[in-house]
């Protein structure tokens, strides 16, 4: 028995298995039946209320539909086939076997084209604010860690060598604030998805006297599309999040590379927590940061998706084609990626312990203290450039005879400058290069405790 499909008027053959397999999209796009369920409730709510259908109908749908969601929310799935192709048709097939024909009045006045683009905006729209949390969970877990660390003094690297001693509190502040930007960018996605592109039906509109503000009430969507062409073959919003998962996961797999070299015996500047570490097989000594690493990796697949859409939606013409059924999996994916990220992430963080000492070690014999010298001579007068070149100098001496820039005696100090003082030599101490740094932003633990303050209450006014 060949299988009937609700659109098979005008068809004498249906395709091969491969072919409606291949066409089909059930497989993936269940992940919106909720949404397709919420879409549809919001459409025949319009309809009963613009009289398009009678109430009768009309609440027959909407209690089929809703039985149809209670079973769902229950057993988590429902006797799906692919001979209906995708979500839409799936549940409608459903209220069909559940309510008889009157369930055929349920696409009155829509097309599977606005309804795919309702189910997507719901998709993302639910999932943004989920997104945001934990987001916020990480930025708490850096906080929480910055303030017991504003005077825990670490090198701070430029290409990987040691620039100048820096509060390790700054460092876990500064990824908070590429964080911070993340949620803004999340917090603005939402203006593209709040929006209902339902009752746009196939690209033109409708002749039934639809009502498309009260579907998009219906919906709890903020506003609605102005142009029914653009409603169904819109997927920047999207794009927009794939975009913002890319940034977010560039972020994420930064700190994971850093993580990952300061657990190593090399830095030793901390010990990530037994359970997110993972032993060899082999070699009993070892305790892997896989979890880092594995976040790190992942980032791969999440810019993938958003390559994979741009690149499909870049050949589209208006309005939909079925090429944007691709649409769906790589942002599901991108969903499921970031957000366990993002929380193991907040957990690694928030367990792992700092090896003071060590970073402390670190910034000894180490001559990152070679600004603080020439910061100092400029200070009593010598031109900047000339006491760089002075600097380099003592600094080429000193590897050569093994000795550091606090080494320097006050003798040789005066061949330099006689204006030279005693205080050199607290000025060439880490903690205080860093605690002097204290211009606007910058490592200065007065500037840090600052930052804190100010990430702490960005914080505390989400908490309302
Ligand atoms: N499964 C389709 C998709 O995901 C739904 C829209 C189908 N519309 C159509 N005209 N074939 O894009």
Known sequence: MPIKRMWGGRFQATGSDLAN??????????????????GSLAHVKMLKATKILP????????????????????DGSLPFTVDDEDIHMNIE??????IGPVAGKLHTGRSRNDQVATDLHLYV????PKVIDALYELQQALVDQAAENVHTVMPGYTHMQHAQPISYGHYLLAYFQMFQRDVERFQFNMKHTDISPLGAAALAGTSFPIDRQLSAKYLGMSDLYDNSLDAVSDRDFVLEFLSNASILMMHLSRLCEE??????HEFGYIELSDSYSTGSSI?????????????????????????????TMKGIPLAYNKDMQEDK???????????????????????????????????????????ELADYLAGKGI??????????????KGIKSGHDLSDISMEEFHKISPKIDEDVYHCLKPEVAVERRNSYGGTGFKQVEEQLAKAKAILAKQDK
Not at 259 to 264: E, Q, T
């Open 21 to 38: 397999t291949f066409g089909a999209s059930i497989f993936f796009d269940q992940e919106m039946a909720h949404e397709d369920i919420f």
């Open 55 to 74: 109430a009768a109908d009309a609440d027959k749908i909407i209690k089929g539909l809703h039985e149809i969601d209670d079973q769902l929310t229950k």
């Open 93 to 98: 097939d459903l209220l069909t076997k559940k």
């Open 125 to 128: 729209k639910e999932r943004l």
């Open 259 to 264: 993580l990952v070299y300061w657990c190593s």
């Open 283 to 311: 070699m009993p000594q070892k305790k892997n940061p896989d979890f880092a690493e594995l976040i790190r990796g992942k980032t791969g697949r999440v810019y993938g998706h958003l390559m994979g859409l741009l690149t």
């Open 329 to 371: 999996e790589g942002i599901f994916d991108a969903v499921k990626t970031i957000l366990p990220s993002l929380k193991i992430m907040a957990g690694m963080i928030k367990t792992l312990h700092v090896n003071k000492d060590k970073m402390d070690a670190a910034t000894h014999h180490d001559f990152s203290n070679a600004t």
């Open 383 to 396: 031109p900047f450039r000339q006491a760089h070149e002075i600097v380099g100098e003592l600094v080429l």
